[in-house]
């Protein structure tokens, strides 16, 4: 099934570009993530990286598909070390099959030595009505299944959002903001009795000519969350309890892109009593092709 869903959001894509004659070139984008993690005061947890590879492709109009892979390796103190492969695929239509929304469907798969997770199959669609440059308003949702084990765990994700622009607030340049509020639901329990979680993100969004700059904080409790529009999925069973960041970024005359990203989030790991700071630092290079 997943092939299917794979093939299918390709042809999507180029069968309604093809359909649409465009005579302008497709636009694609290429990024590499490189990622360092720490965790601190943890007696289970060590350390860990992790590189990802992005590309988009866009008609310049309506369409776009992205595709990413990414590799993760995190070291236990005294269990075996855990790897593990995620491969994502996207596609968006904006304010062609009804003016004024954008409609985003995808799937996101997991190969991992977690034996819960492992073949992990995460299906997510959004849907967001924008006025552009004002507002916007949506709702994203998230089935997760990891069906691999006897265990056969399903969890639900519900993210509405909403976003505004910010620009009268300040005297040059591009300032956005925007809400999400995370309901999950677990079907077991998983050494954890508490089935629903609930969570409030709060971002700000700054842009001046090459210069970006984001910030964000979360508080609330999160588990198995799916996050950046579907391609990070948090798939062991640790319970996230709030975190910050900020990034900053900056494109150079010839289209390069450098960003560095520096998270932190506090969790505790199912069946311990322990709270755990998770120090994420993320290296971006990007550019268009």
Known sequence: MRKLLLVGLACLFVFTVSGQGYTQPLQVYGSLYSTVINFSDSSIKDDGWGITGYASIKDGQYNSLELGVSQLHLDYKSEPDLDQTDFTIAYTNTDQLIS?????????????????????????????????????????FDYSLYDNTSTDLHVYQFLPHAGFYLNHLIPTGTLYTESKFYYIHKDKNLGLSKDNFFSFEQSLNYYYRAFDAKAHAWVGEQIYAVKNAGFVVYNLADKYKGGLGIEVGYTFKNGLRLAFNLTNDWLKHVGYSDTVKQTVFTITVGTNF
């Not at 985003?104 to 997770?117: A, E, P, W």
């Not at 492992?118 to 709702?139: A, H, M, Q, R, S």
Request: net charge negative; proline share 2%; aromatic share 22%.
């Open 100 to 140: 004024h929304h954008a409609f985003r469907l995808g799937f996101h798969y997991i190969i991992s030595d977690d034996n819960v997770t492992d073949n992990g199959k995460i299906f997510f669609g959004k849907v967001t009505y924008f006025i552009p440059y004002e507002w916007n308003v949506g709702l994203e």
